[in-house]
C-alpha cells in the first residue's frame, strides 16, 4: 500500500511539473511579450528597455522559467501585463466565486446525479428507461445551450432568477448561482448517473450479491454493504474527474452568466495578452484537476485496493 501511494504522488509531482513547463513554454509560442505590455502602442527604445528588465525578458529561457516556478511556489505571481498589479490580487477573490459555483455544481450532481443512477438501477423498468432518456438528453445538450435556454426560460420570461453578476452576500450570492450551477450540472448529471447505474447494475447481478441473498440478509443491507460499497469506487473515480473539470467548464457558465470567477478572468486575459493571468490560471486549473483526480484515486484505493491497481494518478 505505501509503496502503491508513493508511486502515486511521484507520478502527481511529476504530472504537474510537465503541466507548468507546458504553460510556461506557451509565452514563447505568442509572439514579442513587449507589443502585449505596450498596451497596442509603438514601443520606444527606452520603454522596450525598461520592459525587458522589469520581466526579465533577456535571460535565458530555463532561467525564466525558474524564477517563475519558485516565485509561484512562494506565492509570487507575477504582475499582469494589462491591470498593472499584483496577479493574485486579481485571482484570490474571483477563485472564491469560482469555488463556490463548483461547490453549488456539485451538490446538485451528487443529489440528482448519483440519485438518479440508484433509482434507476434499484427500480429498473419504466423509471430506468425515464433516466436513461434523460441523461442521453443531458449528455446531447452542450454546456452554453443549457445556460441561454435557463436564462430565457427563468430569467427573461418567468423573471424568477437574476441574469447577470454574482451577487453580495450569501443568500444574494446563491440565488444569482443557481441558474449557471445547474447549466454546469446538466451535462455531468448524466455521466454520473449513467456511471452510478451501470456499476450497480453490475453488482446486484454478481454471484456474491445473489449469495447473500440466497442466506436472507436483508435488502437494505445487501445494498450498502456489498453493492453500494463495491460500486462506490467506479463512482468515486468519475466523481473525481467530473468535480475537477467542472473548474475549467465553469467558464462558459461565467461568461454566460457575467459572473466575475477565474474561467471568465482566463478568456478575458487570453483575449488581451495578458500571459500571467493567463499562465497562473492555467497552473491552477490544471493543479486542482491533477490534486482531485489522485484524492478520488486515493479514496478508491483505500475502499477497494484491487479495484484501482492499474489506476493512473491523474
Given amino acids: 500500500m505505501i509503496r502503491t501511494l508513493l508511486g502515486r504522488l511521484g507520478g502527481l509531482l511529476l504530472t504537474l511539473l510537465l503541466a507548468s513547463i507546458v504553460i510556461f513554454s506557451a509565452l514563447l509560442l505568442t509572439g514579442d511579450p513587449i507589443a502585449a505590455l505596450a498596451g497596442g502602442a509603438k514601443p520606444n527604445p527606452e520603454l522596450i528597455a525598461q520592459i525587458r528588465a522589469e520581466y526579465n525578458l533577456d535571460d535565458p529561457i530555463w532561467s525564466r522559467y525558474w524564477e517563475w516556478l519558485t516565485g509561484a ?61 434523460l441523461t442521453a438528453l443531458g449528455m446531447a445538450l452542450p454546456t452554453f ?33 443557481i441558474l449557471p450551477a445547474v447549466s454546469l450540472a446538466v451535462l455531468f448529471n448524466a455521466y454520473i448517473s449513467r456511471v452510478t447505474r451501470s456499476s450497480l447494475v453490475a453488482q446486484l447481478h454478481s454471484e456474491h450479491v445473489d449469495t447473500a441473498r440466497v442466506r436472507g ?18 463512482i468515486l473515480a468519475i466523481a473525481g474527474t467530473t468535480i475537477a473539470g467542472l473548474f475549467a467548464a465553469s467558464a462558459i457558465a461565467e461568461v454566460a452568466f457575467g459572473i466575475g470567477g477565474i474561467g471568465s478572468l482566463l478568456v478575458q486575459a487570453a483575449a488581451r495578452a495578458d500571459l500571467p493571468v493567463v499562465q497562473i490560471v492555467s497552473l491552477i486549473l490544471v493543479t486542482i484537476f491533477v490534486v482531485l483526480n489522485a484524492i478520488a484515486d486515493l479514496i478508491s484505493l483505500l475502499i477497494d485496493p484491487s479495484s484501482v491497481a492499474g489506476g493512473s494518478t491523474a
Avoid at 493574485?88 to 469560482?98: E, I, K, Q
Avoid at 436564462?151 to 453580495?168: H, Q, R, S
Fill in 73 to 133: 511556489l512562494q506565492g509570487d505571481f507575477g504582475r499582469s501585463f494589462v491591470y498593472k498589479t499584483d496577479v493574485m490580487t486579481l485571482v484570490a477573490p474571483r477563485f472564491a466565486v469560482t469555488l463556490q459555483l463548483v461547490l453549488l455544481t456539485v451538490a446538485i450532481i451528487l443529489i440528482f446525479g448519483v440519485g438518479s443512477g440508484v433509482l434507476a438501477a434499484i427500480r429498473g423498468g419504466a423509471v430506468d428507461r425515464t433516466v436513461t432518456v
Fill in 145 to 177: 445551450v443549457v445556460a441561454i435556454l435557463l436564462i430565457w426560460i427563468f430569467a427573461k420570461t418567468l423573471g424568477w432568477f437574476p441574469v447577470f453578476g454574482e451577487g453580495e452576500g450569501f443568500w444574494d450570492r446563491l440565488w444569482h448561482l
Fill in 217 to 234: 440478509i436483508p435488502r437494505a443491507r445487501i445494498f450498502g454493504a456489498h453493492v453500494f460499497r463495491n460500486a462506490s469506487p467506479q
